[in-house]
């Protein structure tokens, strides 16, 4: 479904001596439909980049994204544009991406409307069936971003992202702004919506626990180099790169400490 | 054993022009010298409000009850001067959000310095010195160099260890922290937890989190607070391999290793908490009673725990 090939990002400053940052070091990588990529890696190694390039948000220095066999990264401006509503983005901080001004109801019809996905009437019909979705009240659709929790929040952000039937969605970090129990909320949603409609994801987070519970094979990711991939099972019974078999012993150690499942 | 801080009763509540947001409601706590106490909950739950009264840094509009007993007097009875007397020196705080705790047109070691020329710990001769030192402690390999630096010229970690230093100036016997390490990776955030865990050794520690793998590290107790009251306390080890309250058990569940296993619903909004218990729409053993009833904290040995199936 998604296939990214020798991509590369840097960025260069200075006029005279030109001074080059790597933040993307020849990676390469799928993802097959219907299945879970888990992208995993501390902050600054560039799985947010990676997620970016793969939509195109962010244009790669040299290689190649392939998007069900569509070549993403040469697509003209008009020819990108018809591809967005197949591919999305649930960002981190559901604070900054719902629009403050504008209810819960007009967030999701907005990308209806772009789109003409739906005439006005059919809007109506369609919002109250996509907060049911996500599992909101439809009677939340007169709030505003500041009246609801940031559970709620992230609910909405990914509303108005199912809104456009997309094939494939990338989530950054979508529960890092969230408590714990609403981590589990919204990660099983997210699982929940991706079996019914046979979305393919590519789930980033630095929490390896997670990545282990949402995905069908794993990527690291460390200083811009995929350092290690393979199937879940595989990387945490037989992790290769001596990184990967950090984070793994971390994710053991502390579920040890906390026994298997207290109910 | 005699309390450090001996909290009592405490409620705190903020008047909006409509409504009543009950933030703390009835807390009782007692932190004895050297205790390590984690106090851990969702964003919300009050627990930050509950650290910030301690300190005495509420905001005017706050309805203060209770008592907070500290060495023979109230704090919450305590004149501003004698609260900026002991703020900083005897009980020092590591407030959450590091980069906006520092201030970005002072050069950190002057930022260090200043509790300690504020409470006149030292001579002014001396306070240069002992800046360096604390930074060097806090593991600044060039704490001369770092000490003429401004805030935006370190990491989210190297910040941190800044809050550090500027809390453990004054040497004081308690300190709070709140969310040290909200906001950093695993192996800083692993990094710093040992910091504070080596710092802490002969301190007595009222540490604020939602993370409950920072508060086994840092604390040997821990008080769970939801809605505002605490519902469960004990020793670490026994309430997070144990957990008595359904909320506590809830939260454990829905840990990753756990699997994810989500509580279902919301908390209430403090501004319209049930009569009965505050986790019963949420809570899988409910029962007639809890919808009715506010339950009353039971103790059981160690451990305090607010649910009538304990009582």
Redesign the interface.
Same mark, same amino acid.
């Given at each position: 479904m998604l296939e990214l090939s020798s991509v590369m990002k840097y960025y260069e400053k200075g006029f005279f001596r030109r001074h080059r940052t790597t933040a993307i070091d020849n990676v390469s990588l799928s993802v097959r439909k219907g299945e879970t990529l888990g992208l995993v890696g501390? !902050? @600054?190694s560039g799985k947010t980049t990676l997620g970016r390039i793969a939509l195109r948000l962010i244009e790669p220095s040299s290689g190649m994204v392939r998007f069900d066999g569509i070549k993403v990264t040469t697509l003209s401006r008009s020819a990108l544009r018809q591809l967005r509503p197949r591919m999305q983005i649930v960002f981190q901080d559901p604070d900054t991406a719902l629009n403050p001004r504008m209810t819960v109801h007009d967030c999701v019809a907005e990308p209806l409307t772009i789109w003409h996905l739906a005439g006005p009437r059919e809007i109506e019909d369609r919002i109250p069936e996509l907060l049911e979705l996500v599992g909101l009240q439809p009677d939340l659709a007169a709030r505003f971003p500041f009246e609801i !929790?940031? @559970? $709620?929040k992230q609910r909405v952000a990914l509303a108005r992202v199912l809104a456009l039937n997309p094939e494939f969605i990338v989530a950054d970090e979508p529960t890092a702004a969230l %408590?714990? !129990? /609403? &981590?589990? &909320?919204i990660? @099983?949603l997210l699982k929940d919506i991706q079996q019914k409609r046979n979305l393919t994801l590519l789930f980033i987070s630095? %929490?390896l $626990? /997670?990545i282990?519970?949402m995905s069908d094979t794993i990527a690291v990711m460390h200083a811009g180099k995929i350092v290690e991939r393979g199937r879940t099972p595989e990387i945490f019974s037989n992790p290769q790169n001596p990184y990967t078999a950090r984070?793994v012993a971390?994710?053991r150690a !502390?579920?040890a400490?906390? @026994?298997?499942?207290?109910? | 054993m005699m309390s450090l801080i001996s909290i009592a009763g405490l409620s705190v509540r903020f008047a909006t022009r409509s409504e009543c947001v009950r933030a703390v409601d009835t807390v009782d706590l007692e932190i004895a010298r050297g205790d390590h106490l984690a106090l851990i909950g969702e964003s919300g739950c009050g627990k930050t409000v509950l650290g910030m009264a301690v300190m005495g840094l509420l905001p005017e509009n706050a309805l203060i009850r209770g008592t907070i007993r500290y060495r023979e007097r109230d704090l919450l009875q305590a004149e501003d001067a004698e609260m900026q007397r002991i703020r900083g020196k005897e009980i020092a705080m590591i407030m959450q959000n590091t980069a906006s705790s520092l201030n970005p047109v002072i050069p950190v070691g002057i930022q260090v310095s200043e509790p300690i020329l504020l409470h006149r710990i030292l001579p002014a001769k001396a306070v240069q010195a002992e800046a360096i030192r604390l930074l060097g402690a806090m593991g600044f390999d060039l704490p001369e160099r770092a000490a003429c630096r401004y805030p935006h010229e370190f990491s989210g970690g190297m910040q941190e260890r800044i809050l550090v230093a500027i809390a453990l100036a004054c040497r004081p016997d308690i300190v709070i922290a709140d969310e040290p390490t909200s906001g950093l990776d695993a192996e800083v955030k692993s990094q710093i937890l040992h910091l504070i865990k080596k710092q802490m050794a002969d301190r007595t520690l009222l540490l604020i989190t939602h993370d409950l793998g920072t508060a086994r590290f840092l604390c040997t107790r821990v008080a769970v607070m939801y809605a505002g009251e605490i519902v469960e306390e004990g020793p670490a080890h026994d309430l997070l391999s144990l957990p008595l309250h359904p909320y506590t058990q809830g939260l454990l569940a829905s840990l990753p290793s756990a699997g994810l296993h989500p509580i279902p619903g919301m908390s209430p909004s403090p501004s319209h908490l049930p009569d009965g218990c505050r986790f019963c729409s949420r809570c899988p053993s409910a029962t007639a009673r809890c919808s009715t009833e506010h339950p009353r904290m039971s103790v059981r040995g160690a451990r305090r725990v607010r649910c009538f199936h304990y009582a």
């Amino acid at each position: 479904m998604l296939e990214l090939s020798s991509v590369m990002k840097y960025y260069e400053k200075g006029f005279f001596r030109r001074h080059r940052t790597t933040a993307i070091d020849n990676v390469s990588l799928s993802v097959r439909k219907g299945e879970t990529l888990g992208l995993v890696g501390e !902050s @600054g190694s560039g799985k947010t980049t990676l997620g970016r390039i793969a939509l195109r948000l962010i244009e790669p220095s040299s290689g190649m994204v392939r998007f069900d066999g569509i070549k993403v990264t040469t697509l003209s401006r008009s020819a990108l544009r018809q591809l967005r509503p197949r591919m999305q983005i649930v960002f981190q901080d559901p604070d900054t991406a719902l629009n403050p001004r504008m209810t819960v109801h007009d967030c999701v019809a907005e990308p209806l409307t772009i789109w003409h996905l739906a005439g006005p009437r059919e809007i109506e019909d369609r919002i109250p069936e996509l907060l049911e979705l996500v599992g909101l009240q439809p009677d939340l659709a007169a709030r505003f971003p500041f009246e609801i !929790s940031g @559970g $709620q929040k992230q609910r909405v952000a990914l509303a108005r992202v199912l809104a456009l039937n997309p094939e494939f969605i990338v989530a950054d970090e979508p529960t890092a702004a969230l %408590d714990l !129990s /609403v &981590q589990a &909320q919204i990660l @099983g949603l997210l699982k929940d919506i991706q079996q019914k409609r046979n979305l393919t994801l590519l789930f980033i987070s630095h %929490d390896l $626990q /997670v990545i282990e519970k949402m995905s069908d094979t794993i990527a690291v990711m460390h200083a811009g180099k995929i350092v290690e991939r393979g199937r879940t099972p595989e990387i945490f019974s037989n992790p290769q790169n001596p990184y990967t078999a950090r984070l793994v012993a971390a994710a053991r150690a !502390s579920e040890a400490w906390f @026994g298997k499942n207290p109910r | 054993m005699m309390s450090l801080i001996s909290i009592a009763g405490l409620s705190v509540r903020f008047a909006t022009r409509s409504e009543c947001v009950r933030a703390v409601d009835t807390v009782d706590l007692e932190i004895a010298r050297g205790d390590h106490l984690a106090l851990i909950g969702e964003s919300g739950c009050g627990k930050t409000v509950l650290g910030m009264a301690v300190m005495g840094l509420l905001p005017e509009n706050a309805l203060i009850r209770g008592t907070i007993r500290y060495r023979e007097r109230d704090l919450l009875q305590a004149e501003d001067a004698e609260m900026q007397r002991i703020r900083g020196k005897e009980i020092a705080m590591i407030m959450q959000n590091t980069a906006s705790s520092l201030n970005p047109v002072i050069p950190v070691g002057i930022q260090v310095s200043e509790p300690i020329l504020l409470h006149r710990i030292l001579p002014a001769k001396a306070v240069q010195a002992e800046a360096i030192r604390l930074l060097g402690a806090m593991g600044f390999d060039l704490p001369e160099r770092a000490a003429c630096r401004y805030p935006h010229e370190f990491s989210g970690g190297m910040q941190e260890r800044i809050l550090v230093a500027i809390a453990l100036a004054c040497r004081p016997d308690i300190v709070i922290a709140d969310e040290p390490t909200s906001g950093l990776d695993a192996e800083v955030k692993s990094q710093i937890l040992h910091l504070i865990k080596k710092q802490m050794a002969d301190r007595t520690l009222l540490l604020i989190t939602h993370d409950l793998g920072t508060a086994r590290f840092l604390c040997t107790r821990v008080a769970v607070m939801y809605a505002g009251e605490i519902v469960e306390e004990g020793p670490a080890h026994d309430l997070l391999s144990l957990p008595l309250h359904p909320y506590t058990q809830g939260l454990l569940a829905s840990l990753p290793s756990a699997g994810l296993h989500p509580i279902p619903g919301m908390s209430p909004s403090p501004s319209h908490l049930p009569d009965g218990c505050r986790f019963c729409s949420r809570c899988p053993s409910a029962t007639a009673r809890c919808s009715t009833e506010h339950p009353r904290m039971s103790v059981r040995g160690a451990r305090r725990v607010r649910c009538f199936h304990y009582a």
